[in-house]
Nanobody, 119 residues
Framework: QVQLVESGGGLVQAGGSLRLSCATSGGTFSSYYMGWFRQAPGKEREFVSSISWSGAITNYADSVRGRFTISRDNAKNTLYLQMDSLKPEDTAVYYC????????????WGQGTQVTVSS
């Protein structure tokens, strides 16, 4: 059973930065396609970014492209999301996810970490 644990969330002013981490255990990290999703109050969970098994291929939602950077360290079994130029509309609970492919990222989920961006 794969376990995902997010960290790094918090309160930041608009224009600031945060780096989220997702530590994994219980599986072979490098065999999973990884992604970040977020859910704002009253809204559905939405895709933020994904990264391929080796890290060579990344994808971003239009709303975060150019501001967020996804990366992974397979030696440390950890996924990252560097978030720069944060906006109030980025406020949400951020979840990391693991799956077998880019289109199947829902095999495993973390518990989420809160990101709040003040204006």
């Amino acid at each position: 059973q794969v376990q995902l644990v997010e960290s790094g969330g918090g309160l930041v002013q608009a224009g600031g930065s945060l780096r989220l981490s997702c530590a994994t255990s219980g599986g072979t990290f490098s065999s999973y396609y990884m992604g970040w999703f977020r859910q704002a109050p009253g809204k559905e969970r939405e895709f933020v970014s994904s990264i391929s098994w080796s890290g060579a291929i990344t994808n971003y939602a239009d709303s975060v492209r150019g501001r967020f950077t996804i990366s992974r360290d397979n030696a440390k079994n950890t996924l990252y999301l560097q978030m720069d130029s944060l906006k109030p509309e980025d406020t949400a609970v951020y979840y990391c996810a693991a799956g077998s492919s880019k289109r199947k990222l829902d095999d495993y989920w973390g518990q989420g970490t809160q990101v709040t961006v003040s204006s």
